[in-house]
């Protein structure tokens, strides 16, 4: 009867064992749900968004991160045509890896044109689509953390100014120009935060202020009072 009692509770204990085992997940199957591909998607609001760097302090993007307009007809564009890089088109950007796209042109910039946008591709490079043609938009580095147009040459045609910082450990902040009329980078000024002063930017009624100061454009060279010299 001992014997009989024993072989029942021994029996009893391999069954809740084998219950119990059948209910674990296995590492392989946790691993293949978390290494899934991610499809590309358009400025999700739950995604992080490393472009904004608000973590910085320096300044508040005047852009949407969560902005989807055009996204597609950009990447359509980008697939079949490439983008203009110095001068020259360029078909080898690997669209294949793109995991996100978010439209960060600012109203501001919207609200008066709509041939100029401004696309920033998986968090990493940015692209400006004008009248369909894309061209590259981050050869000078950064982060965009205020983007608005100015004629800074008077030629009639406005150019996008950003105001951003870049770097890894040292950081800079510079002002910027994107002529879009050469569809050229220029840049204005560049301060290294660690051994200069930060500087303050404001695009209002239709000119450039830095640190409150006048920018203006002369004889090839840019001119601001607060520079205490020519910005070069």
């Known amino acids: 009867m001992k014997k009989l009692i024993a072989l029942i509770l021994s029996m009893t204990f391999v069954l809740a064992l ?3 085992s059948s209910n674990r997940r296995t590492p392989a199957s946790a691993s293949d749900e978390t290494n899934d591909p991610s499809p590309i998607t358009h400025g999700e609001t739950n995604d992080p968004s490393p472009i904004t ?4 302090g320096y300044f508040i993007p005047d852009y949407d991160t969560t902005n ?3 996204c597609d ?6 697939k079949s045509d490439g983008y203009v890089r110095g001068g020259e088109k360029d078909y080898n950007y690997n669209t294949d890896n793109i995991t996100r796209i978010v439209n960060i042109t600012p109203k501001s910039i919207s609200d008066e044109t709509s041939d100029i946008e401004i696309f920033c591709v998986s968090d990493t490079h940015c692209f400006l689509m004008v009248n369909h043609t ?26 996008l100014v950003s105001y951003n910082t870049s770097g890894s450990g040292l950081s800079y902040m510079s002002v910027d120009i994107f002529d ?3 569809f050229e980078g220029i840049q204005v000024i560049t301060r290294m935060i660690l051994n200069e002063p930060e500087f303050s930017f404001e695009c209002k009624n ?8 006048e920018l203006t454009y ?6 601001c009072n607060s520079f205490n010299k020519d910005a070069q």
Request: glycine fraction near 16%.
């Open 18 to 20: 084998a219950g119990c």
């Open 53 to 56: 760097h608000g973590e910085t």
């Open 68 to 70: 989807d307009l055009h």
């Open 73 to 78: 007809e950009f990447l359509e564009n980008l």
């Open 134 to 159: 894309i061209y590259r938009y981050d050869t000078f580095g950064g982060y965009h953390h205020q983007l608005c147009l100015w004629d800074y040459d008077g030629n009639g045609t406005k150019d």
């Open 180 to 182: 879009l009329t050469s």
């Open 206 to 213: 239709g000119m450039i202020y830095i640190d409150g100061e």
């Open 218 to 223: 002369s004889d090839g060279k840019f001119h």
